[in-house]
């Protein structure tokens, strides 16, 4: 049982340039999030998704796209990447909003040069 | 501006001894807390979590208090082991509603246990 999976766990791009952080989960759960995380600020929510099919913005969204392609798979786009972008980046799932105590990947290591 | 804060940035315990990791809120919608564990280069894992209907839960050598008055919650750990040294994150969680599960993250204490 894998859990939460993310892929790639460490990658450097340069400013400008585009990739798409994938994100899937094998527990059925519904609702799945992107937050980052930068050095002395704890964990941002940028995108999430409450059920298939529905996707909102959170607290960090600019810069940033999300498809929830189906139940399992959440992905995260950089459109074009900057700099400020540079964080370590974590999916994580519920199973519904009456347990918030949500599951982690292990998270994507990502430089914008 | 930061609606939940862990305003120090790291502890030194000794081993067996107990650690008391603390949290302040601001926003006074949030009904539901949690506390993670972090070791680096992993994602964060649930710890505990407590009601706002309750003050206390209890799980092993963990215990969340809740004090709503004063917005504060804390973690005690006893007794404190080597292994538990961490990043700890207190999160905080919005009625059911619209808050679809969302946490919001306080910055994170590092616990370190000395053998």
């Known amino acids: 049982n894998a859990g939460v999976t993310q892929t790639p766990k460490f990658q450097v791009l340069k400013t400008g340039q585009s990739m798409t952080l994938q994100c899937a989960q094998d527990?059925?759960?519904?609702?799945m999030y992107w937050y980052r995380q930068d050095p002395g600020m704890g964990l941002r929510l940028i995108y999430y998704s409450a059920s298939e099919g529905t996707t909102d913005k959170g607290e960090v969204p600019n810069g940033y796209n999300v498809s929830r392609l189906n139940k399992r798979e959440f992905s995260l786009r950089l459109e074009s990447a900057a700099p400020s972008q540079t964080s370590v980046y974590f999916c994580?799932?519920?199973?519904?909003?009456?347990?918030?105590?949500?599951?982690f990947g292990q998270g994507t290591r990502l430089t914008v040069v | 501006d930061q609606q939940v804060k862990q305003n120090s940035p790291s502890l030194s315990v000794q081993e067996g001894r107990i650690s008391i990791l603390n949290c302040d809120y601001t926003n006074s919608m949030f009904d539901y807390f949690l506390w993670y564990k972090k070791y680096p280069a992993e994602g964060p894992t649930f710890l505990i979590s407590?009601?706002?209907?309750?003050d206390k839960n209890e799980d092993g050598r963990f215990t969340v208090f809740l004090n709503k008055s004063a917005k504060h919650l804390s973690l005690h750990i006893v007794p404190s082991q080597p292994g538990d040294s961490a990043v700890y994150f207190c999160a905080a969680s919005g009625a059911g509603g619209t808050s679809y599960g969302k946490l919001t993250f306080g910055q994170g204490t590092i616990l370190t246990v000395h053998p």
């Open positions: 994580a799932s519920i199973p519904g909003r009456w347990a918030p105590e949500a599951f």
């Open positions: 527990m059925n759960h519904n609702s």
């Open positions: 407590i009601s706002s209907i309750k």
